[in-house]
């Protein structure tokens, strides 16, 4: 039987105004999830120091000129794919004494049009985060579109134990029951809480 007790739901709050936003977090739910650096920045801000125990995501892709502003104000960083933005955020870290959780993104389903690192190189990748010291969480990745996610979630799953490592972030609004009994620790959704967005 699939233990569900360490799954977490990070509320994906991307384009929704901090009042549409409020009822959940007055509610006490603790994880939210943003795509842009900036419009997290001008959303969360004032909230996170009002709402301290609030833990913000960030699973769209880090650019690297925004890497210090990332650092500064996210718990979490989902979407890790390569030495360069490695290397960006540890020298960060240093710089502004704080560790950020990170996911390194794998791009499961070797698709040309995604981020994340291939199957093949993870290994490496994954020793080059920690000679970093990079605080590697666990493994994250976006299935492809229109195919049964089911193969790609028990790939990422045996991928997650290979490392050893205890987090899994998968599954979205239309496949996290899948994701779950495939082993993801967090879920990362949002149409299911706040509605379709515009």
Not at 86 to 96: F, G, V
Request: proline share 3%; hydrophobic share 35%.
């Amino acid at each position: 039987m699939q233990d569900f007790d360490n799954l977490k739901i990070i509320a994906v709050s991307k384009t929704f105004s901090i009042d549409q936003i409020l009822p959940l977090i007055k509610h006490g739910h603790l994880h939210y999830g943003e795509n842009k650096v900036q419009e997290a920045i001008n959303k969360w801000s004032d909230v996170k120091l009002e709402y301290s125990d609030i833990k913000l995501h960030l699973i769209g892709r880090l650019q690297s000129n925004k890497t210090k502003l990332a650092v500064k104000l996210f718990d979490y960083i989902h979407s890790v794919d390569s030495e360069k933005i490695a290397k960006k955020i540890a020298d960060e870290e240093l710089k502004q004494n704080k560790k950020v959780k990170i996911f390194i993104q794998v791009n499961i389903g070797d698709e040309n049009q995604k981020s994340g690192i291939t199957k093949k190189n993870l290994n490496e990748f994954y020793s080059y985060c920690k000679e970093l010291e990079l605080d590697i969480l666990g493994l994250m990745c976006i299935p492809p579109a229109n195919i049964d996610p089911k193969f790609f979630f028990q790939e990422m799953k045996l991928l997650t134990k290979k490392l050893d490592l205890p987090e899994l972030s998968m599954g979205m609004s239309s496949d996290y029951i899948e994701a779950a009994k495939n082993s993801a620790t967090y879920l990362r959704i949002g149409s299911k809480i706040f509605g379709n967005r515009d």
